[in-house]
């Protein structure tokens, strides 16, 4: 919906055949639960508001560090090979500009902000209080924005995080993540590498094993104490100090100091001076992933960045608890030169978290204030058809198992509002504890709708990963209408942006030494994230005369393919405004593209963020003609 309703939004869609959606799904589960609510409510709600046929005939508008460097030697191949966005570069550099400087920039694709449909939203407290975001602030929230996230948030939680936690270490940085989950998956693949070892508290929190499996670590289990729970210092020192010499030492111990999930339990203050001597003896990094802090009843205990002074301790921290789950808005402090390679990563992966949930965070801790948060944070919570896409599968994909939690999350959330069941399983709050009562938004057009009651109630807590009920049934009556395919059954999942989407179906599709096809010129991101793959590249040509990818020169790599090469399993083509050109793949070419695409057995990715720009009557998606389950369409 980038370039049809707001990119702030960081709000896609991926159809394709339900077996790779799975695969995908399991990624996402593990990688940040699901997308954001917030923006997924408000734009399905816009689409109720205005009707799928009133969507269709506006969506085609007239548009156009200092200190010791201590990280570098833990960081992981895969991260050392991830290059700077030169898109996200030129972005971040026009974010930085002075408001007088009106620049007018086609480097970043953003989108002319007159044709963002949304004027305001307002946003009202269970205390009685309102606020309302527009102006300025709407407009920022409605556009991309910096990979690192939303400059009013970001100061807002330093200050937080200053008041607990006043480290006395070298230099840190905090990027906004899109839940802790996220920031957890972007730490561990910054640092681990096949074969390396984590160490773990026992109980373990299960999300992290499957994390760790896909990435083909060992993990190695800490007690926790008998006594008074929480890491057991004693049986880290026993472990780290009869590590066999044959084998590679652990990098990093993963703690969740306050809560710890599923044990419950705390690490007292005294075993935490204790475990963080014994990281910095045994040259560890710390992650401290502690999403209950703000939960702990009475006196807050201390981070482990309060004894932090060698810049060993990453600290993650999330407001699924205290705000909201919903919004999926969480925080990664680190030594910077840690998160200047979870930024790229996180760049090509899908650009930025939410603008929307973000800003409302921002507006919230900025109307209640950080002594308000800090007062009030302590509260009292508890297929059917041919299966053709198994063996396009990559070994990433097939490695990764459902997550027990999110499954028992899904069943609780299939059960009907009379069933008034409460489960612990999940890690859900109680909705009780959630300030915002409702959400107003003003539309340019002078339509204002609100979101309340159940449907709040729905948008503030955890959610499918598969995405909104609401948002996916008016995106399938859209894709409906554009594409009636008469193809096999298809399945659609909401991705944070269709830039993430692009990054879970290459993690589920390509193995190391694949070859992928694409449309040359190529879109830089996409050279990204298949260089952090170790993926080959095949350029194919744009037709010189209609434009579009050529489907001749297609044909002839293809027909001229090495034997002695492994064969390409996927084509990835932007058919509408292919990024950087602009050129439209002509209709008859669809036809030729994937007739060849069949004939030489590849799946075919149908990148579309500019379909609904098009000018006049829209061509036909490769849906249109895909009778073998073959396309897998992001928008």
Not at 387 to 392: A, G, N
Not at 403 to 427: C, F, Q, T
Not at 445 to 465: H, P, V
Not at 535 to 543: H, L, M
Request: one cysteine or more; hydrophobic letters at 40%.
């Amino acid at each position: 919906l980038s370039k049809v309703l707001c990119p702030g939004f960081r709000v896609g869609f991926c159809t394709a055949p339900p077996q790779l959606v799975t695969h995908m799904e399991r990624h996402y589960a593990v990688a940040m639960l699901h997308s954001c609510n917030l923006s997924q409510r408000v734009a399905a709600s816009y689409f109720e508001t205005v009707g799928v046929e009133g969507f269709l005939e506006k969506a085609v508008v007239s548009t156009q560090s200092t200190g010791k460097d201590l990280i570098t030697k833990f960081l992981s191949r895969l991260a050392l090979s991830r290059e700077p966005s030169p898109i996200r570069a030129i972005s971040n550099y026009l974010l930085s500009l002075p408001p007088e400087k009106d620049v007018l920039s086609l480097a970043g694709g953003a989108p002319a902000p007159s044709t963002f449909p949304i004027e305001s939203v307002s946003v009202s407290l269970k205390s009685g209080i309102d606020f309302k975001i527009d102006g300025a602030a709407m407009a920022t929230t409605l556009q991309y924005n910096r990979t690192i996230g939303l400059v009013e948030l970001l100061e807002f939680w330093s200050k937080i995080i200053g008041m607990m936690n006043p480290y006395p270490g070298p230099e840190r940085q905090t990027i906004v993540t899109t839940g802790a989950e996220f920031g957890s998956y972007l730490v561990l693949n910054a640092l681990i590498d096949e074969g390396d070892t984590v160490l773990v508290s026992d109980p373990i929190y299960p999300p992290l094993l499957l994390k760790t499996k896909a990435m083909n670590a060992n993990v190695e289990s800490i007690f926790e104490d008998p006594v008074v729970g929480g890491l057991c210092p004693k049986h880290l020192r026993s472990t780290l100090e009869n590590w066999p010499e044959t084998e590679r030492k652990p990098k990093v111990l993963v703690v969740c100091p306050t809560g710890s999930n599923p044990s419950g339990a705390n690490v007292p203050e005294s075993h935490r001076r204790e475990i963080y001597d014994l990281v910095c003896e045994h040259d560890l990094l710390l992650i401290e992933d502690d999403p209950y802090y703000f939960l702990n009843y009475g006196e807050a205990l201390n981070s482990f960045l309060h004894y932090d002074r060698e810049g060993r301790v990453i600290r993650l921290d999330s407001l699924s608890k205290v705000l909201c789950p919903g919004f999926r808005v969480g925080f990664c402090t680190a030594p910077p030169q840690l998160v200047t390679h979870m930024e790229r990563h996180y760049a090509v992966a899908m650009l930025h978290s939410c603008n929307l949930s973000q800003r409302v965070a921002a507006s919230y801790f900025e109307t209640v204030g950080v002594e308000g948060f800090l007062e009030k944070a302590v509260v009292s919570t508890q297929s059917t058809g041919k299966d053709l896409i198994t063996k396009f599968l990559s070994r990433l994909a097939l490695s990764r198992e459902p997550s027990p939690i999110r499954a028992i999350s899904n069943y609780l959330l299939s059960l009907p509002p009379e069933k008034d069941v409460l489960s612990l399983a999940g890690g859900a709050p109680a909705p009780s504890t959630f300030p915002i009562e409702s959400v107003s938004v003003s539309l340019k057009s002078g339509i204002d709708f609100k979101i309340d009651g159940a449907a709040m109630a729905t948008t503030l807590q955890y959610n499918r990963t598969i995405g909104l009920v609401e948002l996916l049934e008016f995106w399938s009556k859209i894709i409906g209408m554009m594409n009636p395919y008469p193809g096999p059954e298809r399945q659609t999942i909401v991705t944070t942006g269709a830039e993430f989407g692009s990054y879970l179906v290459l993690n589920a599709l390509i193995d190391e030494g694949d070859t992928v096809l694409v449309s040359d010129p190529i879109y830089p991101p996409l050279l990204l994230k298949t260089k952090a793959m170790n993926a080959n590249v095949e350029s194919i040509f744009e037709d010189p005369v209609v434009g579009g990818l050529c489907p001749k020169h297609l044909r002839s790599t293809l027909e001229n393919w090495p034997e002695t090469e492994r064969k390409p399993k996927v084509l990835v083509v932007c058919p509408t405004g292919s990024n950087p050109s602009g050129a439209n793949v002509p209709e008859s070419h669809r036809r030729e593209i994937y007739g060849l695409v069949c004939e030489h057995d590849l799946l075919l990715i149908e990148d579309d963020p500019y379909y609904f720009l098009n000018y006049g009557e829209a061509l036909n998606s490769f849906l249109h003609y895909d009778r073998e389950g073959r396309v897998i369409r992001l928008d």
